[in-house]
């Protein structure tokens, strides 16, 4: 299995709502990311799990929380939105976060906030 | 100046065509990636680099890391192989990948 899923495929939400965006891989991968992409775009990191800690946050704002149960499911959890914050959100897995693993990346969650 | 940069930004060719996507940076690097992205779609890993060459199907990419230069090359391009092509290196000890702003390719039937 070298997949990453994500779940939802498609997601659309109000400024005041809270959702959550998922992440899965069995690929025993310990280092797990979300990346942001605005349209044409490259993608933007925002969050690196290592070993099922947080070890980057890139300066994202509070609204954004992301959470790491164990270390095949990572969570993407959202509340009080705003419209520039639609965008692809991205997931991916590596073997380790700092050496040259291959990265496998899922295929997105297009959010839209209205 | 972008620590990666391609070129071109975009490429439209006839079906059939040999295609060269170009990227240079500017750091140390631990690996270099290439990535392909269908419109709308996720993302795949084409090739993780280090050294020398891989070779995968119609896919070719080489590095040269005195030069800090890679390629990628399309043998007998399909209309299929029409997608943004990304490349994105690994600074040495960081846990980040720096990305280009990607090649637009189009392969007309």
């Known amino acids: 299995d070298t997949e990453v899923t994500q779940t939802p495929k498609h997601l659309v939400m109000g400024m005041t709502n809270k959702k959550s965006l998922k992440c899965e891989q069995h690929m025993g991968h310990r280092a797990m990311y979300w990346y942001k992409q605005k349209a044409k775009k490259p993608p933007e990191l925002m969050f690196v799990?290592?070993?099922?800690?947080?070890?980057i946050n890139e300066s994202v704002p509070s609204r954004f929380s992301p959470e790491c149960p164990n270390s095949s499911l990572l969570n993407l959890h959202l509340h009080a939105l705003q419209p520039e914050d639609s965008a692809l959100y991205l997931c991916?897995?590596?073997?380790?976060?700092?050496?040259?693993?291959?990265?496998?990346f899922g295929e997105g969650s297009r959010l839209t906030v209205l | 100046k972008n620590e990666v940069e391609q070129s071109p930004q975009n490429l439209t060719a006839q079906e059939g065509e040999f295609i060269t996507i170009n990227c240079s940076y500017s750091v140390g690097i631990s690996a270099l990636h290439w990535l392909q992205q269908h419109p709308g779609g996720g993302i795949v890993s084409l090739f993780m680099?280090?050294?020398g060459k891989k070779k995968h199907g119609r896919l070719i990419a080489t590095i040269n890391i005195q030069e800090k230069h890679s390629s990628l090359h399309i043998t007998a391009s399909h209309p299929r192989d029409s997608a943004v092509y990304i490349c994105?290196?690994?600074?040495?000890?960081?846990?980040?990948?720096?990305f280009g702003q990607g090649t637009r390719l189009t392969i007309n039937p």
């Open positions: 991916a897995s590596s073997h380790l976060s700092g050496g040259t693993g291959e990265l496998f």
């Open positions: 680099l280090s050294s």
């Open positions: 799990y290592s070993y099922e800690k947080l070890s």
């Open positions: 994105a290196v690994r600074d040495s000890g960081a846990q980040k990948l720096v």
